[in-house]
């Protein structure tokens, strides 16, 4: 099937194929040096958000992606790409850091959502998401987010507030899974499907609307999607060296302000 011709409910299931590159992946195919970094500094280390420093093309950044896992027991350890409230304050502590020395900030997005356990919402999940949404407007240093796979509802947005925001053509970006929506529109879950159909999810919908600035097409292999998403970083990366602090920050609230 041409990639044209694809349904909203082929996207969602594209973007959840097991073998799909994670953010793992596409940190090792594009940057240099990754120097991973761990804990919130508050509670402990989530490993379904990982972190670090790397080289882009010898330029240092801060990269920051929702991990899914390699294999089941990879899987596991990460929750499944679930972030708790301490993977979320990692995440804006790299960001600070990265603010503080002056380095961009490259985030990937790839959650089914954060994690709703009663553990998280006791260590205070909604407010680590807040709290992140608040932070990230304020940044002073370049902001570049891409969804990868499956970009869920706030899970994914605390890592997605950015100056520019772009999504790969497999992927989708949402509220909330088509499932959850057919759930609490018609209490009848199996209808995620025609759900997937009026959400407005796809990479297309979604540039539309704008919500996303830019589609990075997938190649046929994941090397080449890597490259892609690699020449698009350092296309508004260059773009954004113009900006002063103040004018990023800016651009960004505002981003954001037109929704």
């Given amino acids: 099937m041409e990639q044209k011709n694809l ?11 097991p073998g799909r ?49 390699q294999n089941p027991a990879d899987r596991a350890r990460r929750n499944f790409g679930s972030p708790h409230p301490e993977g979320y304050r990692k995440a804006l502590r790299l960001m600070k850091q990265a603010e503080k020395f002056r380095r961009p900030v490259i985030c990937l997005a790839d959650t089914q959502g954060a994690y709703c356990g009663v553990g998280a919402e006791e260590r205070g999940q909604g407010e680590a998401i807040a709290r992140n949404l608040k932070e990230m407007m304020k940044l002073t240093v370049p902001v570049i987010s891409v969804v990868i796979s499956e ?50 999810i796809t990479a297309d919908e979604l540039y539309e609307l704008g919500v996303v600035d830019q589609i ?6 994941p090397a080449e999607t890597a490259q892609a998403v690699k020449r698009y970083i350092l296309r508004e990366l260059e773009a954004m060296k113009a900006m002063s602090p103040q004018e990023l920050s800016h651009q960004r609230y505002q981003r954001f302000r037109a929704f």
């Avoid at 349904?7 to 194929?17: C, S, Y």
């Fill in 7 to 17: 349904t909203a409910w082929d996207r969602v299931t594209a973007a959840r194929m």
């Fill in 21 to 69: 590159p994670t953010s793992q992946y596409f940190i090792d195919a594009i940057f240099d040096d990754f120097i991973e970094l761990h804990g919130d500094r508050h509670y402990g280390d989530d490993a379904s958000v990982i972190g670090g420093i790397a080289l882009l093309d010898g330029q240092p950044v801060t990269v920051i992606g929702e991990e899914k896992g």
């Fill in 151 to 200: 970009g869920g509802s706030g899970g994914a947005l605390a890592i997605a507030v950015a100056n520019k925001v772009a999504i790969l053509q497999n992927a989708i970006y949402a509220i909330l899974s088509p499932e959850g929506f057919a759930a609490i529109l018609w209490k009848d879950a199996s209808r995620a499907k025609e759900a997937a159909e009026v959400m407005k």
């Fill in 216 to 221: 990075i097409p997938e190649g046929e292999e």
